[in-house]
């Protein structure tokens, strides 16, 4: 039985999102079980996914159209629907999100015929995405990045391996962020479409994670690509990555806070039906406390996500620092709550496929990608240090 996702009642939001907010919990009714855990996950299901995504009209907030003057996503409309995801599905929001965040790079640069020819099939859901600028001896710390693109004549090749990539071997194309050499460290960066069947790109065993993501290495052996797949400008790929990622980590938090919620939800219910010495176990002050910790944690992430999203949606500038606090306090406070569902659930929050048991999986990854914690105090340091915005 799954608890109703309900839109947070917070002033960030106008009519166009309450109404997507009423949508998104008819989908969060009707959406099938998560997948069985430990099932293997492929390319069918990633479209199958994807094309359930299109259908409900949700790709359409996360790759915006091209032709429109000024392309740009709701960051708020994005967040809602990961926190509504992420309460129902984290697979469901892990295939919904890299559709974006593996195609932003194209509208966010002047890459038009990229753009035209890539975004359209990927926000129909009939492509699948991938995103790879993580590599063996560079995860952190993007400028280290040693995967070369070489030009040659009218081609670049690209040499070298990515790591640690979400749907490597289920996307039909990847925007690499590879050496090119401009500038020392990260301003010698810049980004390409490769396609997923162009020769000298292989995919590399894939890799079993805590929690339903398909991870893989891509490994680039002498792989030409016309140079017009680059995106952007030569020296530019850092500044897209960044600025992806920018728009997305607001959206890596909405996410830990719809996990949060569901936690908060199975515990609330568990602890009215649970007895233990005799009386229902929340009616223990200890329980009740432990319970108000788990609302405050998932009430300030939520605070903080749309408050970051809403920064982002109205007011010029990057907001780096509010969406470092959005992503870092989201799931940091989202492991709290599925750490502290876990011990209420007793050995049934350790059992192999309780409901927390998943989210406690589920939340652990968020505290790494997309810039990890540490990077994100980083962030926020900085800005503090300048005296202000980032
Ligand atoms: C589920 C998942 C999906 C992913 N999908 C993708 C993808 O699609 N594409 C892609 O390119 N990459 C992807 N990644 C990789 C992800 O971006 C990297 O894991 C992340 O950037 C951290 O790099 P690393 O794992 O090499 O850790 P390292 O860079 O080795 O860092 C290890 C740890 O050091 C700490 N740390 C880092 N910086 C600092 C600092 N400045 N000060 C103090 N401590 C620090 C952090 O705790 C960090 O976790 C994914 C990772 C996961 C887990």
Same mark, same amino acid.
């Not at 496929?353 to 652990?364: H, K, L, P």
């Given at each position: 039985?799954?608890?109703?996702?309900?839109?947070?009642?917070?002033?960030?939001?106008?009519?166009?999102?309450?109404?997507?907010?009423?949508?998104?919990?008819?989908?969060?009714?009707?959406?099938?079980?998560?997948?069985?855990?430990?099932?293997?996950?492929?390319?069918?299901?990633?479209?199958?996914?994807?094309?359930?995504?299109?259908?409900?009209?949700?790709?359409?907030?996360?790759?915006?159209?091209?032709?429109?003057?000024?392309?740009?996503?709701?960051?708020?409309?994005?967040?809602?629907?990961?926190?509504?995801?992420?309460?129902?599905?984290?697979?469901?929001?892990?295939?919904?999100?890299?559709?974006?965040?593996?195609?932003?790079?194209?509208?966010?640069?002047?890459?038009?015929?990229?753009?035209?020819?890539?975004?359209?099939?990927?926000?129909?859901?009939?492509?699948?995405?991938?995103?790879?600028?993580?590599?063996?001896?560079?995860? /952190?710390?993007? %400028? +280290?990045?040693?995967?070369? =693109?070489? $030009?040659?004549?009218?081609?670049? *090749?690209?040499?070298?391996?990515? !790591?640690?990539?979400?749907?490597?071997?289920?996307?039909?194309?990847?925007?690499?962020?590879?050496?090119?050499?401009?500038?020392?460290?990260?301003?010698?960066?810049?980004?390409?479409?490769?396609?997923?069947?162009?020769?000298?790109?292989?995919?590399?065993?894939?890799?079993?994670?805590?929690?339903?993501?398909?991870?893989?290495?891509?490994?680039?052996?002498?792989?030409?690509?016309?140079?017009?797949?680059?995106?952007?400008?030569?020296?530019?790929?850092?500044?897209?990555?960044?600025?992806?990622?920018?728009?997305?980590?607001? /959206?890596?938090? %909405? +996410?830990?806070?719809?996990? =949060?919620? $569901?936690?908060?939800?199975?515990? *609330?219910?568990?602890?009215?039906? !649970?007895?233990?010495?005799?009386?229902?176990?929340?009616?223990?002050?200890?329980?009740?406390?432990?319970?108000?910790?788990?609302?405050?944690?998932?009430?300030?992430?939520?605070?903080?996500?749309?408050?970051?999203?809403?920064?982002?949606?109205?007011?010029?500038?990057?907001?780096?620092?509010?969406?470092?606090?959005?992503?870092?306090?989201?799931?940091?406070?989202?492991?709290?709550?599925?750490?502290?569902?876990?011990?209420?659930?007793?050995?049934?929050?350790?059992?192999?496929?309780?409901?927390?048991?998943?989210?406690?999986?589920?939340?652990?990854?968020?505290?790494?990608?997309?810039?990890?914690?540490?990077?994100?105090?980083?962030?926020?340091?900085?800005?503090?240090?300048?005296?202000?915005?980032?």
């Amino acid at each position: 039985m799954i608890e109703r996702w309900t839109m947070p009642d917070l002033p960030f939001f106008d009519d166009s999102h309450r109404a997507l907010g009423e949508r998104l919990a008819d989908w969060v009714e009707q959406a099938e079980e998560p997948a069985e855990e430990g099932s293997a996950y492929f390319r069918q299901e990633c479209l199958d996914v994807a094309a359930e995504m299109a259908e409900w009209g949700f790709l359409g907030y996360v790759i915006p159209d091209v032709e429109e003057p000024a392309p740009r996503v709701d960051v708020r409309a994005v967040s809602l629907i990961r926190e509504a995801l992420g309460f129902r599905s984290a697979l469901v929001d892990s295939v919904f999100t890299m559709q974006g965040l593996a195609t932003a790079p194209l509208w966010l640069s002047e890459s038009r015929v990229l753009s035209r020819r890539y975004l359209g099939p990927c926000r129909r859901g009939e492509k699948i995405a991938g995103f790879a600028v993580t590599e063996p001896n560079a995860g /952190s710390d993007v %400028a +280290a990045l040693e995967t070369s =693109a070489t $030009r040659d004549g009218t081609d670049f *090749v690209l040499n070298g391996t990515k !790591r640690w990539i979400t749907n490597a071997g289920a996307a039909d194309h990847y925007i690499v962020v590879a050496r090119t050499g401009e500038a020392p460290g990260a301003r010698g960066l810049s980004a390409f479409m490769v396609d997923a069947d162009t020769p000298g790109l292989s995919v590399g065993p894939e890799v079993r994670m805590i929690a339903p993501h398909p991870i893989g290495e891509l490994i680039f052996d002498a792989c030409r690509i016309p140079a017009t797949n680059m995106i952007g400008a030569p020296g530019e790929g850092f500044k897209a990555a960044m600025k992806t990622f920018d728009i997305f980590r607001t /959206s890596v938090g %909405a +996410a830990a806070v719809g996990m =949060a919620r $569901r936690a908060l939800g199975a515990t *609330v219910e568990r602890m009215r039906g !649970r007895q233990l010495f005799g009386n229902p176990m929340g009616q223990m002050p200890t329980v009740q406390a432990a319970m108000a910790d788990m609302a405050l944690d998932t009430e300030q992430a939520s605070l903080l996500v749309y408050r970051a999203a809403w920064l982002r949606d109205t007011r010029d500038g990057r907001h780096s620092d509010a969406v470092a606090m959005a992503k870092l306090g989201a799931t940091e406070a989202a492991q709290r709550v599925a750490d502290q569902a876990v011990q209420l659930f007793g050995a049934l929050g350790v059992a192999h496929g309780s409901i927390v048991e998943q989210i406690y999986r589920d939340v652990r990854p968020m505290r790494i990608y997309e810039g990890a914690s540490e990077v994100q105090k980083l962030i926020i340091g900085r800005s503090l240090m300048k005296g202000g915005e980032a």
